[in-house]
């Protein structure tokens, strides 16, 4: 993917450059807010990476002007700030995701892949399929090799978050926020809990992987 | 007044505001006046007339006595027939009588035969009238009585109440329009500052008193509040800039550090990554709660269904309880919800409940409640916190000396106290039984 990085610390910015490319992609990084919008606009971007406090122009204008423009490439906003309203004032503000510094490359990574696929809207599918595992969002069923499995209320909206990313991961914190609408870690394993009561659920060969220190991945079984 | 107030207080009684005492004030003086004017203008009239009656009764005695001087008892009698034909009034009255009592003339039929002043009935008959009479010893055992019937002054004294009452009751009136008129002003004014101060009390802290050039006292006053919020302001606005400047200029660079440890290997690594991560959540809670003391996110308010967070919350935290054999229990009120910060209040929550769990005993229990109020209750069966601690655990960074001190920074408790008060919810912790250990049984209720 090609991703623009806007961000003014030139030590976190070498980081992420660094990372972002050891994952096969292609960094276009500029350190203003102006030049980041100029660039932006000139396109050819898969994924925004902007941070929120920037010389010239900040990040939520950035994306203001960005939106205001037309242009809906999908953006995730970095912050250094603690502040409570500022998830939200970022996601209103027109950015699609939001990560608090400091965070570990891997969430950043992860963010970054959910955002490049993401389906436009109007192309909201309706059956999501990983290998012989299918789930039907309209009809809130889910069935593996013909046979209808019961899920409870969470369980199925963690399966749907999976796979809807399918093949790709999945962190904890991204589970946190997307399942449970928590929006902080509170260091118990609800998730791992969950995860481990879905795959028994699913029976085997087990479709959902733990990526250690990364997170989960639904994918058809190794060798499939 | 429909305008929020302080959460717990109510809005002022119409009894207990300022406007009404200066209205019941002003009335009382202006009744008491009345009054008292009414009483010296009574007293003195009714005075007045009285010796105004006095006086002609003397007059007519002694001008019957003389005439009796000059003619004897038959001249006497003559000028009486002749003075009660005279009297169209028929408020005089005379009495001659001879030395056997018997009449010889006079309009009266009896009288007493005292000498001096006398008060008396008129008549046993009618008895309506009282006289005021002089009578006078005549010599050869003849007695004068001269009377004056009361009843005008009676008139009087009646027209002069009537009088006072209509004075009264006008001045009453006005006196109320006045208080009104006066204390209405007063309040008003209070009542628009107190708007505004609600306001700037919900975080809105560019709200202003009006106040009008030159202006009365409370120009003057809302003038002063007004520099003291620019003051206030400009506060908040410097501690809003210093924690922006140190959560950036701190973050950034822990950000890099964790980075880079990230990428070494190793346990050791993992454990410095650990502890930047703690470093920066302490950090990140300082923040926080100072931003939520600050009262701006109460702008961000919604209705939150406070029974899902707790619902929530009780999921996100069963298994730590099942890790310590603890059961989770929870009694939940379907439909309970409040304006609020959903965000906050789940964190809130969240802390209570893994306090809760880390005090609590090992295979133990720990319990969530939510009733209608909303009150919200956790509690677990720990060895609880000694009454003389129970104020200080809120504090920022306070940690009890022996049980409670297992981890955290002792930052938990503050947040939820922060964000208790942002809620309007009032806090109490309690012991949960009377039996040892006691436990501990913390109460938020709005």
């Known amino acids: 993917m090609r991703i623009l990085l806007v961000e003014d610390d030139a030590g976190t910015a070498a980081e992420i450059a660094r990372g972002l490319t050891g994952a096969g992609h292609l960094v276009n990084h500029v350190a203003d807010g102006r030049a980041g919008l100029m660039e932006a606009i000139g396109g050819g971007h898969d994924v925004l990476v902007v941070d929120r406090m920037l010389p010239g122009l900040d990040g939520l204008g950035l994306v203001r002007a960005l939106r205001g423009a037309g242009i809906a490439t999908p953006v995730l906003m970095l912050t250094a700030r603690a502040g409570l309203g500022d998830r939200v004032e970022g996601l209103d503000s027109g950015a699609d995701d939001y990560l608090a510094k400091p965070f570990a490359f891997a969430e950043l990574l992860a963010r970054v892949h959910a955002l490049g696929r993401r389906p436009a809207l109007n192309a909201e599918p309706s059956l999501l399929r990983v290998a012989d595992l299918e789930m039907d969002l309209l009809r809130r069923s889910v069935t593996r090799a013909g046979q209808r499995i019961d899920l409870q209320p969470r369980e199925f909206r963690l399966l749907e978050v999976l796979l809807r990313q399918a093949g790709r991961v999945v962190t904890r914190n991204m589970l946190l926020e997307q399942v449970w609408d928590i929006h902080f870690d509170p260091r118990t394993s609800v998730v791992e809990t969950h995860i481990s009561r879905l795959r028994a659920k699913l029976g085997e060969p087990s479709l959902i992987h733990t990526l250690r220190g990364a997170g989960y991945v639904a994918r058809p079984p190794d060798g499939a | 007044m429909g305008h929020d107030v302080m959460p717990g207080e109510k809005p002022a009684r119409w009894w207990a505001t300022t406007g009404f005492r200066i209205t019941l004030l002003h009335l009382v003086l202006t009744l008491l006046g009345t009054v008292l004017l009414a009483g010296i203008g009574f007293w003195a009239s009714s005075r007045f007339a009285g010796q105004q009656i006095q006086a002609e009764?003397?007059?007519?005695?002694?001008?019957?006595?003389?005439?009796?001087?000059?003619?004897?008892?038959?001249?006497?009698?003559?000028?009486?027939?002749?003075?009660?034909?005279?009297?169209?009034?028929?408020?005089?009255?005379?009495?001659?009588?001879?030395?056997?009592?018997?009449?010889?003339?006079?309009?009266?039929?009896?009288?007493?035969?005292?000498?001096?002043?006398?008060?008396?009935?008129?008549?046993?008959?009618?008895?309506?009238?009282?006289?005021?009479?002089?009578?006078?010893?005549?010599?050869?055992?003849?007695?004068?009585?001269?009377?004056?019937?009361?009843?005008?002054?009676?008139?009087?004294?009646?027209?002069?109440?009537?009088?006072?009452?209509?004075?009264?009751?006008?001045?009453?009136?006005?006196?109320?329009?006045?208080?009104?008129?006066?204390?209405?002003?007063?309040?008003?004014?209070?009542?628009?500052?107190?708007?505004?101060?609600?306001?700037?009390?919900?975080?809105?802290?560019?709200?202003?008193?009006?106040?009008?050039?030159?202006?009365?006292?409370?120009?003057?006053?809302?003038?002063?509040?007004?520099?003291?919020?620019?003051?206030?302001?400009?506060?908040?606005?410097?501690?809003?800039?210093?924690?922006d400047d140190i959560a950036h200029d701190l973050r950034t660079p822990l950000t890099r550090l964790r980075q880079r440890l990230e990428a070494l290997e190793g346990p050791e690594a993992e454990a410095a990554v650990a502890e930047?991560?703690?470093?920066?959540?302490?950090?990140?809670?300082?923040?926080?709660?100072?931003?939520?003391?600050?009262?701006?996110?109460?702008?961000?308010?919604?209705?939150?269904?406070?029974?899902?967070?707790?619902?929530?919350?009780?999921?996100?935290?069963?298994?730590?309880?099942?890790?310590?054999?603890?059961?989770?229990?929870?009694?939940?009120?379907?439909?309970?919800?409040?304006?609020?910060?959903?965000?906050?209040?789940?964190?809130?929550?969240?802390?209570?409940?893994?306090?809760?769990?880390?005090?609590?005993?090992?295979?133990?229990?720990?319990?969530?409640?939510?009733?209608?109020?909303?009150?919200?209750?956790v509690a677990d069966d720990g060895p609880g916190i000694p009454d003389a601690e129970k104020s200080l655990v809120f504090r920022r960074f306070h940690r009890l000396d022996a049980a409670r001190s297992t981890q955290g920074a002792g930052l938990g408790l503050a947040l939820v106290a922060a964000v208790a008060e942002l809620h309007g919810l009032a806090v109490t912790l309690e012991d949960a039984s009377a039996t040892s250990p006691p436990g501990l049984r913390v109460r938020l209720k709005a």
């Open chain 2, 57 to 243: 009764i003397e007059r007519d005695a002694g001008v019957l006595l003389n005439a009796g001087r000059l003619g004897g008892a038959a001249s006497i009698a003559l000028s009486i027939e002749a003075r009660i034909a005279a009297d169209r009034s028929g408020t005089q009255y005379f009495l001659l009588s001879g030395p056997d009592g018997g009449r010889i003339a006079g309009n009266l039929s009896t009288a007493p035969r005292s000498a001096g002043w006398a008060t008396m009935g008129l008549d046993a008959a009618t008895q309506d009238s009282v006289l005021l009479a002089l009578g006078t010893p005549l010599p050869a055992g003849h007695f004068l009585l001269v009377g004056r019937d009361l009843a005008p002054v009676r008139e009087l004294e009646a027209q002069l109440l009537g009088a006072a009452g209509w004075v009264g009751g006008a001045a009453l009136l006005l006196a109320l329009g006045g208080g009104l008129v006066v204390g209405r002003s007063v309040v008003r004014r209070a009542a628009e500052m107190e708007r505004a101060l609600a306001e700037v009390e919900q975080g809105r802290l560019g709200t202003r008193l009006l106040a009008r050039p030159g202006g009365d006292e409370f120009d003057r006053l809302a003038r002063r509040v007004n520099a003291t919020l620019d003051r206030l302001e400009g506060t908040m606005a410097a501690l809003r800039q210093v924690t």
């Open chain 2, 276 to 377: 930047c991560d703690r470093i920066l959540e302490i950090f990140a809670a300082l923040l926080r709660i100072a931003q939520i003391e600050s009262g701006a996110r109460r702008a961000a308010f919604s209705h939150v269904d406070l029974n899902a967070v707790m619902e929530t919350v009780a999921e996100l935290y069963a298994s730590a309880a099942a890790e310590r054999g603890q059961v989770l229990e929870t009694a939940l009120a379907p439909g309970v919800t409040m304006q609020g910060d959903r965000d906050l209040l789940t964190q809130m929550l969240a802390n209570l409940v893994e306090n809760a769990i880390r005090h609590g005993r090992e295979g133990g229990r720990v319990s969530l409640a939510l009733r209608p109020g909303p009150e919200i209750i």
